[in-house]
């Protein structure tokens, strides 16, 4: 996903997906399917991308998500990736969106998280 780059990322000002979605459709249909795995990249907290593009969690499923799963259905989908996972843990983002990657194509990259939550402290 772009972040830090506002001409193209989530507007959370306005609630605004649409610079976004344009941003993704330009993207992929310079794309061949045949030739693409895309994989996301989301900001877990407002901190996580000072320049811009958080997308709180009911946005992301109600507004991008459902446009996502449409080019998951022409472009292979490998996955999502939160960045960071400190800033997960302390926004328990993966935790609000993952009843919709259970019944989804596409998956959040969970593998590395779980690897790392001993690793990172809390506290």
Request: aromatic share 10%.
């Amino acid at each position: 996903m772009v972040y830090n780059n506002p001409s193209c990322q989530y507007d959370q000002t306005n609630v605004d997906a649409t610079p976004l979605l344009q941003s993704l459709d330009a993207w992929t249909s310079s794309v061949p399917p045949e030739l693409s795995i895309v994989f996301w990249g989301l900001p877990a907290a407002p901190d996580a991308a000072p320049g811009g593009g958080y997308i709180p969690p009911n946005d992301l499923i109600s507004k991008v998500l459902p446009h996502i799963e449409e080019t998951c259905s022409t472009h292979s989908c490998g996955g999502f990736m939160l960045w960071d996972r400190f800033h997960d843990i302390e926004s328990n983002y993966s935790n609000q969106v993952k009843h919709w990657d259970e019944q989804s194509a596409c998956r959040f990259v969970t593998q590395v998280s779980k690897a790392s939550l001993g690793s990172v402290s809390t506290t």
